[in-house]
C-alpha cells in the first residue's frame, strides 16, 4: 500500500511540476513499455532505500554494537547509476523521458497505472513462495 501511494505522490510531483514547452523532444525518446519497465525499476529501488531507513530506525535500542549511519544519498546514486547504465541511458535522458511523458498525462498516468499493475504482480508472485 505504502508503494502505491509513493507512486500517485510521485505521479504528482511529475506532474505539477512539469514545464509545458509544446513540441519538447527528448534527445533519445524511451518508448511507452521501456518507460513501464524503467519506472517499476525505479520504484523497487525506492522501496528497497525505504525498507533500508525503515530497518535502520527499528534498530533495538539495547544493542551497543556500533553501527555507522548509511549514506542513502551515496547509496542512492549508486542504485540510479547501474539502472541508467543497464538501460544505456544518462540520467539527463531520463529527465527528458520524464517531461517529455508529464507533457502528455493522459499517456504517463497509462504507464502508471502499468507500473502499478506489473509491481502488484510481482508482489503477488514473491508472496505466493
Known amino acids: 500500500m505504502k508503494r502505491l501511494a ?11 511540476c512539469g514545464r509545458k514547452e509544446k513540441g519538447f523532444m527528448p ?14 525499476d525505479v520504484q ?5 532505500i525505504n525498507y533500508q531507513k525503515t530497518k535502520e ?5 539495547n544493542d551497543t554494537t556500533k553501527v555507522v549511519p548509511k ?9 540510479y547509476d547501474q539502472l541508467f547504465e543497464h538501460y544505456g541511458i544518462t540520467d539527463s535522458i531520463f529527465a527528458q523521458n ?5 507533457e502528455r498525462p493522459v499517456v504517463l498516468e497509462k504507464i502508471m497505472d ?11 508472485i514473491s508472496s505466493a513462495q
Open 27 to 40: 534527445e533519445r525518446l524511451l518508448t511507452e513499455q521501456e518507460m513501464i519497465t524503467l519506472m517499476t
Open 71 to 79: 549514506d542513502y544519498v551515496a547509496i542512492s546514486r549508486d542504485y
Open 44 to 48: 523497487i529501488i525506492e522501496a528497497d
Open 98 to 102: 520524464m517531461r517529455y511523458y508529464t
Open 114 to 124: 502499468s507500473v502499478v499493475q506489473r509491481l502488484t504482480k510481482e508482489q503477488s
Open 6 to 16: 509513493f507512486i500517485a505522490l510521485l505521479f504528482l510531483l511529475v506532474t505539477a
Open 57 to 61: 530506525r527499528e534498530r533495538d535500542p
